[in-house]
């Protein structure tokens, strides 16, 4: 421990420098942003919306009350003794003490982010160490579980910060016990890290949380019997309180066991061999980072053990899950982000942004927390210190591009092209995530039926004055025409989406340099289309009135009806300026046109964008000059990839040197890079005195 504190606290530099100093000035700037949101969030709730495990003391009228059962309700899920940590509280009125308690709880993230922060395994640079607490108190505060004790008014993030105080920020092995002891008895399943103590050698740590525990719990006793006897015997240790323990809230062995349809015996005995099976894995991978230095590592690891095995594990209860992200996997640089970011967007995001609604998917899904916490207890191959790669990975190599028409671009220097394929598992992760924030953006940017029809009649009105109006004319036509109306209705259905991600599929295994440079095109031109739909709501040709268009794809609608358009609630009706299904497809057979080698299949790729164009306006889902939009952004999200990225081509026969390596003849032969040896990837241990 003494060892892992002077690695974190010895790499402090007065002046790691100015872009340093401005990054964590901004990162600072974020973090009151964000502290000042969330308070907002909280406190703008009404009475029985928000606090409502608070509400269990101070009553829904505003009036202090501790008659009856505190776990009558089914509300309050802490233990009895954060029960009688909080009824001084019952002297307080409802309005004071939702301010004082969200502020209090901010406060509470800030620390456990600043003490955090000087727990990092050292060796460390001294940029991290310098933008370190910032970036630990951001996270920490747009994660879900701190966004849900907010909302709740519940003191999950108190014992997390006990325990973190208790191994990097006292001294004294009874005073770090006593914390321990203190946290578990908020939260039970704490008490693991009194048995950490134990077999990391702190073993009077371990006997000092242990006596805490218990003096704690018995004086909750001895205060509120009928409390603790509700809780500790009638609920089995919390495991009967709050919601359905088989609810999406349980992020536990239990909860999963109880949602994959086990009940009664079965499920207990099942219960017991895994969660045993986890406790031994688990803490014997802590006890082995905390010998290696790694105790934040070892904290977050026990505390993913305690999530899994723990009967009920609350969405504000996975704070430790988050402190996984300081664990190192992977020996190569392009895949050390993998676990960082999986772990950051689980802890931050819904599982259902994370992951499709597809049936096989949704075991996951559903579980993803716990999956991740148990993949940080048992699986995650993390690095130890002892590692040549801990330090050095092994570098990305980069390609050198061509020269460009303007010597300013690329205007980001930093944007370098990269040989290789991105990692697989954080590139669907990406994907989805960016289709998950598209879909949110484009469902939201909608101002209502009368001014989407009224761009409507501007659109038409602007077409008759061009003589380009011929949407009209093409769906009565494919109207009288069964078989072409079927052709098309398939078309426009199936197509927008399969095209685009087999050539995506298809250059990420066969040309990965060229996969980045057409994946970045396409989400600029994505993003691009995002602005349209939200300055620009427009009813499509099939959806305004007195114009007698037929809707081939959708069917028959009322457009009379007052209420019409209340789909755009599932799927916005009126995200028609630019048109994506067109700019989509031409990004398709554009990028077939340059990268196909054979003219036949320039020419098939296409006519795909030809057929998309003929399908929007034959089934009245597009106006002409919706394509002409879709056709704007995708030539716009090219041209910042060029800015950004330079020329798409990269300079023949040519590799990136690294230092001290060697040019390969003709790029057959890797160059010599920091941890590998005459080229290879035998790893080589780096020298003793270098920073990280």
């Known amino acids: 421990m003494a060892e892992v504190e002077r690695g974190a606290r010895g790499e402090v530099a007065a002046d790691p420098g100015a872009r340093a100093g401005v990054a964590r000035a901004l990162l600072w700037l974020v973090v009151a942003v964000l502290g000042v949101r969330q308070a907002a969030v909280a406190l703008r709730g009404q009475p029985g919306e928000s606090l409502i495990d608070l509400e269990s003391w101070t009553g829904r009228d505003g009036i202090p009350h501790a008659a009856g059962s505190l776990y009558d309700p089914g509300r309050f899920t802490g233990t009895p003794f954060a029960g009688l940590v909080l009824k001084p509280l019952t002297a307080s009125a409802e309005e004071a003490l939702g301010i004082v308690w969200t502020f209090g709880t901010l406060l509470l993230v800030a620390a456990l982010g600043l003490v955090a922060a000087r727990g990092l395994p050292g060796p460390v640079s001294r940029r991290t160490t310098f933008l370190a607490a910032p970036l630990a108190i951001t996270l920490l505060t747009v994660s879900l579980p701190v966004r849900n004790t907010l909302y709740l008014g519940q003191t999950s993030v108190l014992p997390v910060l006990l325990v973190v105080v208790a191994c ?165 640089a392009r895949d050390r982000l993998v676990w960082p970011a999986l772990v950051v967007l689980v802890l931050t995001l819904p599982g259902k942004t994370l992951l499709p609604n597809i049936g096989v998917l949704l075991p996951v899904r559903d579980n993803v927390p716990l999956v991740v916490a148990l993949g940080a207890a048992c699986v995650a191959p993390f690095l130890p210190r002892t590692s040549p790669y801990w330090r050095r990975p092994v570098p990305t190599e980069h390609a050198r591009p061509v020269g460009s028409r303007f010597a300013r671009v690329p205007l980001l220097p930093f944007w370098r092209r990269v040989r290789s394929r991105p990692n697989l598992l954080l590139e669907l992760l990406l ?130 009806a007052p209420d019409f358009g209340a789909l755009t609630a599932v799927t916005n009706q009126y995200a028609a300026m630019p048109s994506l299904h067109f700019g989509w497809s031409l990004w398709c057979g554009l990028v077939i046109l340059v990268l196909a080698p054979r003219a036949w299949m320039k020419a098939l790729g296409m006519l795909h964008p030809l057929f998309t164009l003929s399908c929007i306006l034959a089934t009245g889902n597009h106006w002409l000059l919706d394509a002409a939009g879709g056709a704007a952004v995708v030539g716009l999200g090219f041209g910042l990839t060029y800015v950004l990225s330079g020329p798409r081509g990269l300079r023949p026969g040519h590799r990136e040197e690294g230092p001290g390596g060697k040019q390969a003849p003709g790029g057959s032969e890797e160059p010599d890079v920091p941890g590998t040896r005459n080229g290879t990837r035998e790893p080589v241990a780096a020298p003793a005195g270098d920073a990280a």
Request: net charge positive; glycine share 8%; hydrophobic share 55%.
């Open 168 to 332: 990097f920020a006292v001294r004294g092995e009874r005073l770090s016990g006593v914390l321990v002891g203190v946290a578990a008895a908020l939260q039970p399943a704490v008490l693991l890290f009194a048995v950490l103590f134990w077999f990391t050698g702190r073993r009077r740590a371990a006997l000092a949380g242990g006596a805490a525990f218990a003096f704690c719990t018995a004086s909750a006793w001895a205060a509120m019997p009928h409390y603790s006897w509700a809780y500790w015997v009638h609920h089995v240790a919390g495991a009967g309180l709050g919601e359905r323990p088989d609810s999406l809230a349980n992020q536990s062995l239990h909860g999963a066991l109880l949602r994959f349809g086990l009940q009664g015996p079965l499920e207990v005995a099942l219960l017991l061999v895994l969660a045993a099976a986890v406790l031994v894995l688990g803490l014997r991978r802590a006890v082995r980072y905390a010998h290696d230095g790694q105790l934040l590592l070892a904290v977050a690891v026990t505390g993913c053990v305690a999530v899994a095995v723990s009967p009920t594990t609350w969405r504000h209860q996975l704070l430790w899950v988050l402190l996984a992200v300081v664990g190192r996997v992977g020996v190569r």
């Open 431 to 560: 994907i989805r995530v960016v289709y998950s924030a598209y879909t949110k953006v484009r469902l939201a940017a909608t101002a209502g039926r009368p001014t989407a029809e009224e761009h409507g009649r501007q659109i038409h009105s602007l077409e008759q004055w061009l003589h380009i109006d011929i949407e009209h004319r093409a769906n009565h036509t494919v109207v009288g025409i069964p078989w072409l109306r079927e052709f098309f209705d398939y078309y426009y259905v199936t197509f927008h989406f399969v095209v685009p991600l087999t050539i995506l599929g298809v250059l990420y295994v066969r040309r990965p340099s060229d996969y980045r440079w057409a994946r970045s095109s396409i989400g600029f031109a994505t993003l691009l289309a995002l602005v349209g739909f939200w300055l620009y709501p427009l009813a499509p040709p099939r959806l305004m009135p007195d114009l007698g268009f037929v809707d081939t794809v959708h069917g028959v609608q009322d457009l009379s």
